[in-house]
């Protein structure tokens, strides 16, 4: 594969520019690597949109979202470096002799481009298909692939074969922007650097893994995209798959992007088919009704602006998924996720098995079982939680919970958390394909996705309702107690 470091020139060339994931996520993070000196000097970040802007008007309106989105205070002489990099070209995307145009616009560029889609992915397409027609593809260029890959397995399939007519497998980086967060990066280190860990990381030693992302947010005025998707295809689907496979997936021969990804995708095929026989037992869907969120009134589901109060569209999803391999044979794996919850609030929770024997009795009637969580937000971090004496001259021993809490805010005072977007947008840089996702790798997560959702379909049966501000329906802490266990809180 041919790669660039990220000393080499390049052309950042952003399709949808001006929408609200380039002006939250994308220029934010081109600008914190910009402090960070990770761009060269004779790079450019072309933005391509339908609005017709001048180069200066686009420089103010790059220049307002940072303000905006930013956290920390801008440096100036940063931000006049990178604003001197932006160029825009207003651009009818589905068009393609429009594409001569943005030909003229990179011609005196690096001959090395990224190409990043932020765009619905129906029109990926006709965007290869510009591209190609004006003579701007080449071996060294790279694609970037926003999700939704499609919205089942054989629309993903139609994208990708679009896209793959003009960019080989090598060129193109699916994101998931879950893969770029310090903490799940952070899994691979936990495993495989950490003797503790790994060699109690089977059947033997861990009972059973629970993974909650839960959003206190309902829609946001996205009715219609999130309508047809639902959180099963919306959430489900990729992110908290691409967690589990972390989790569970076998150690690779190295770090490169080739070992890490075939890893992952033993682990997603893996999983025990959910379908019209067992989906009562195995899963649980629901949709949010009107409630109460921090003291204040929220409206239900059906009765947001612009709703089709007949939908059975799905805001909350909890599954019971297994593995079957030798490894995680008998160990269930909780995902949970869903709107309008309590909180903002995403990790990870491997609970140990128990001792067998208890001879802290006198002290301690029944020792609770050591717990890992891994914080995905909002405090990103790592807390094991395990068994301590309480100091003292009491004859008799007593024992109490104890937390060793790693949170990276307070360990690593010195050092940002960065976002996600920014760890990704350097790795396309740099050509490095780890934390980015196959194609194999999404239509296996789509192949046991369609299939849940297949049986759900065949039921009939309509999502169980659960009050804004609550942690979803009844029925998924029946889910789980039926295994007599219970969800963290």
């Excluded at 989105?69 to 207003?90: C, N, P, S």
């Excluded at 993974?211 to 689907?237: C, H, L, P």
């Excluded at 076998?250 to 025990?272: F, G, N, T, Y």
């Excluded at 140990?352 to 405090?379: C, E, M, V």
Aim: glycine share 6%; proline share 4%; hydrophobic share 40%.
């Amino acid at each position: 594969m041919n790669k660039i470091d990220c000393q080499s020139a390049s052309e950042i060339v952003i399709f949808g520019a001006l929408g609200d994931l380039s002006r939250r996520k994308l220029l934010p993070a081109l600008y914190q690597l910009e402090v960070c000196g990770l761009i060269n000097p004779d790079s450019h970040i072309v933005g391509v949109a339908r609005q017709t802007h001048s180069d200066d008007e686009f420089k103010s309106i790059v220049l307002e979202n940072l303000n905006n989105f930013v956290t920390e205070e801008l440096d100036k002489d940063v931000v006049a470096r990178f604003i001197e990099r932006l160029v825009y070209q207003q651009l009818d995307m589905k068009e393609a002799n429009a594409y001569k145009n943005l030909a003229t616009t990179l011609a005196s560029g690096n001959s090395t481009r990224v190409y990043y889609f932020s765009t619905p992915p129906a029109i990926y397409g006709a965007i290869c298909d510009g591209l190609n027609h004006a003579s701007l593809i080449t071996d060294a260029d790279r694609v970037v692939m926003e999700k939704p890959i499609g919205h089942c397995l054989a629309s993903s399939k139609v994208i990708n074969d679009q896209v793959a007519r003009f960019f080989n497998e090598q060129q193109i980086y699916r994101i998931d922007h879950y893969l770029g967060k310090e903490t799940v990066l952070n899994l691979l280190v936990l495993r495989f650097a950490n003797s503790l860990f790994t060699t109690n990381w089977d059947r033997d030693s861990i009972d059973h893994v629970q993974i909650t992302v839960a959003e206190s947010v309902g829609i946001e005025g996205r009715w219609g995209f999130y309508d047809e998707a639902g959180q099963m295809r919306d959430m489900i689907q990729n992110h908290l798959l691409q967690i589990l496979s972390l989790l569970a997936m076998e150690p690779p021969a190295d770090l490169s992007a080739e070992s890490i990804r075939a890893e992952k995708l033993k682990a997603v095929k893996a999983l025990r088919p959910i379908n019209r026989t067992n989906v009562k037992e195995k899963t649980v869907r629901g949709q949010y009704s009107d409630g109460f969120l921090n003291g204040v009134k929220v409206p239900g589901y059906l009765n947001e602006e612009g709703a089709n109060t007949n939908s059975s569209t799905e805001t909350f999803v909890a599954i019971k998924a297994e593995i079957e391999n030798w490894r995680w044979s008998g160990v269930p794996f909780y995902l949970r996720t869903g709107k309008r919850m309590p909180t903002k609030h995403s990790e990870i929770v491997v609970h140990f098995k128990a001792q067998p024997h208890n001879i802290f009795k006198d002290s301690y009637s029944d020792l609770p079982a050591n717990k890992l969580t891994i914080r995905l937000q909002p405090d990103e971090g790592v807390e094991l939680q395990m068994m301590n004496k309480i100091p003292g001259i009491a004859s008799q021993m007593n024992i109490q919970e104890n937390k060793l809490d790693l949170s990276f805010s307070d360990t690593y005072q010195d050092q940002r958390v960065i976002d996600a977007y920014e760890r990704l947008m350097l790795e396309v840089l740099n050509g490095n394909q780890s934390l980015f996702v196959s194609r194999d790798e999404v239509e296996a997560a789509w192949t046991w996705a369609d299939s849940i959702i297949d049986a759900w379909q065949a039921t009939n049966e309509a999502p169980k309702p659960y009050a804004a501000g609550s942690w979803g329906p009844v029925s998924s802490i029946s889910l789980i107690a039926r295994d007599d266990r219970q969800w963290v809180e």
